[in-house]
């Protein structure tokens, strides 16, 4: 009797509610750069590199998922939009420089499955702010682990040590 | 023995030598075909060696090999097995569960899952714990690897660094074909159902919540209530109520690791249960471990870790009508090592020492070693 009860509140619920859809997340985008900066209006750019600076970057790291973000002429800081690997599934994170190539914010804009979703915690993301492409990240030493979320962690940090590196290499390429 | 250890490390090293770098690139391929959909393949696997202190022969033992399929249909269903062979010929289904991503802080649950009690019942692979062995608080007072038959919720609340999970399961079988299954050494173990064609007469309410905002520690509180299952409601005393609570706690700090458990289970109606069956459950049992270890860091993603843990675990910390029995009464104290040699590969070793409360009883000595693989 309980369960049917249980299971009809839930089918309920259910039809309330959705996740992200590309669109959303296009949104959910919007809405942090706008956060960051204060903004209400601005323009995205996507930065363009020369195959041959493609083959230097990490391999994980798609440069066209790398953007400026400007308001008119001016350039105000940068975006990078990733994937990375939990225990069964990807999630999706975002990363948003300062026009200093300093980390501004980190934000996980998707997380897909039921393990490891610790990592979404804001407290913990707030530790990558302020790293710069001169910071190497490393597990337990200049990184805190979530006990019980080990392979989001550890995952999480290795993507954004790749983007540290890219945007390294990106400045010393002067793209940007 | 300890010759053939001596080999078998030796041999280890010069295959450890050219160990790969940087597992994680790699981690993504565990979802085969694209981001959208597709089938993900994982697994572990526990090899051990246990010689007990005088003249018994050893044992070895692949005490248990998991393969997890998992098949993701979109961004919001999946289904997740685990399918376990224990000692090589023993077959169970660990987890068979559906998930359906309500949003991004609801996940529904239902099917074969694991009760979240303590640490170990949930995470149990053993790359993630120390000891050859799972703690025995996690064997006698949480009957690891504790799955049931259900339908739930889990998410976290990322705002408030917590997780929760709810459940409802069917619970412990306590019994069938006239006669009792639970009894005093191993209290509710004996009375998992595993889903095998399970019995259901009672729900039980199954719930956790962990707290991860203090960085590098968790805290978790566990509880799970309800009443055993019977094949005949009509048989008065074939029933125990059953309430457990469990707290937990894991702390890193760098390379220091330290965590502790606690659980204590209250049955209800034990009397009757143990009239009517000849059986001897106790109506309290108990159990605490602590755990200090420190990750000494080698080459490579390489780890050296030295842990010494405390475990003291009672199934008759009371009774009702029955005389409790000392020699379920029981501390221990294991200390060893493991060898990580890869993110998902670990040597471990380790000694025993069990001690029960029975005045002038010997202690039982253990040497432990095994191969733990988490993949």
Redesign the interface.
Same mark, same amino acid.
Request: no cysteine.
């Given at each position: 009797m309980i369960i049917q009860k249980f299971t009809v509140v839930f089918l309920a619920f259910l039809l309330f509610n959705n996740i992200p859809s590309s669109k959303k997340i296009d949104k959910l985008i919007n809405e942090e750069i706008k956060n960051v900066f204060q903004l209400e209006i601005f323009q995205k750019e996507n930065i363009e590199a020369s195959e041959e600076l493609k083959s230097m970057l990490p391999k994980n790291f798609d440069v066209s998922n790398f953007n400026k973000v400007k308001n008119g002429d001016a350039n105000i800081g940068f975006y990078y939009v990733g994937k990375a690997f939990g225990k069964v599934d990807y999630f999706d994170f975002i990363v948003i420089f300062d026009n200093d190539l300093i980390v501004e914010k980190i934000k996980i804009l998707v997380y897909r499955e039921d393990h490891g979703g610790e990592i979404r915690s804001k407290r913990w993301l707030k530790q990558f702010i302020g790293k710069t492409f001169e910071n190497e990240l490393i597990y337990s030493k200049n990184v805190v682990g979530i006990s019980g979320a080990t392979l989001s962690v550890k995952s999480m940090t290795f993507a954004i040590n790749n983007v540290l590196k890219s945007v390294g290499v990106l400045h010393k390429n002067k793209i940007i | 023995m300890k010759k053939l250890i001596l080999i078998t490390t030796l041999l280890i090293v010069s295959i450890v030598v050219n160990a790969q770098e /940087?597992s994680?690139?790699n $981690?993504?391929q565990? %979802?085969l075909s694209n981001?959208t959909n597709g089938v993900?393949i994982?697994g572990y696997a526990q090899i051990d060696y246990n010689e007990k202190d005088g003249h018994d022969a050893g044992k070895l033992d692949v005490h248990r090999l998991v393969m %997890?399929v998992?098949y *993701?249909f979109n961004? #919001?269903v999946?289904f997740?097995t685990e399918i376990e062979l224990e000692h090589v010929k023993e077959v169970y289904v660990e987890q068979a569960y559906i *998930?359906? *991503? $309500? /949003?991004?802080n609801?996940?529904?649950?239902a099917g074969l899952m694991l009760v979240p009690m303590g640490i170990i019942n949930?995470?149990h692979e053993p790359t993630?714990y120390n000891g050859v062995e799972r703690p025995n608080v996690d064997k006698y007072i949480v009957p690891t690897t504790w799955r049931e038959m259900g339908?739930g919720?889990? !998410?976290?609340l990322?705002?408030a660094?917590l *997780?929760y999970q709810a459940y409802?399961f069917n619970g412990f079988k306590s019994f069938a074909d006239g006669a009792g299954v639970l009894r005093g050494s191993d209290g509710l173990r004996k009375g998992r159902q595993k889903g095998a064609e399970s019995v259901i007469s009672n $729900?039980n309410l199954s719930a956790k919540v962990?707290y991860? !905002?203090i960085?590098?520690l968790?805290l978790g509180l566990s509880g799970y209530f309800g009443k055993t299952q019977t094949d005949d409601t009509h048989i008065e005393g074939s029933q125990v109520g059953v309430s457990m609570i469990g707290l937990d706690a894991?702390? #890193?700090y760098?390379?220091l690791e330290l965590?502790g458990q606690y659980i204590t289970t209250s049955l209800k109606d034990t009397e009757d249960y143990n009239v009517l069956s000849g059986k001897d459950l106790g109506s309290k049992l108990n159990g605490f471990y602590t755990e200090l270890a420190y990750?000494f860091d080698l080459k490579g993603e390489e780890k050296l870790t030295p842990f010494i843990r405390y475990e003291k675990y009672n199934t008759h910390a009371e009774t009702e009508g029955i005389v409790a029995n000392e020699t379920f009464d029981k501390d221990e104290v294991l200390v060893g090592l493991s060898w990580k040699v890869a993110?998902g590969a670990a040597f471990k070793a380790d000694y025993q020492i069990v001690n029960n409360a029975v005045s002038g009883s010997d202690s039982e000595k253990t040497f432990n070693a095994g191969i733990a693989i988490w993949f």
């Open positions: - | /940087n994680q690139e $981690a993504g565990k %979802l981001n993900t994982g %997890l998992g *993701k961004d #919001k999946s997740l *998930k359906y *991503k $309500a /949003n991004e609801l996940n529904v649950l949930e995470f993630t339908i919720v889990s !998410g976290n990322s705002e660094s *997780k409802i $729900a962990d991860y !905002g960085a590098g968790r894991r702390y #890193k760098q390379n965590r990750n993110e």
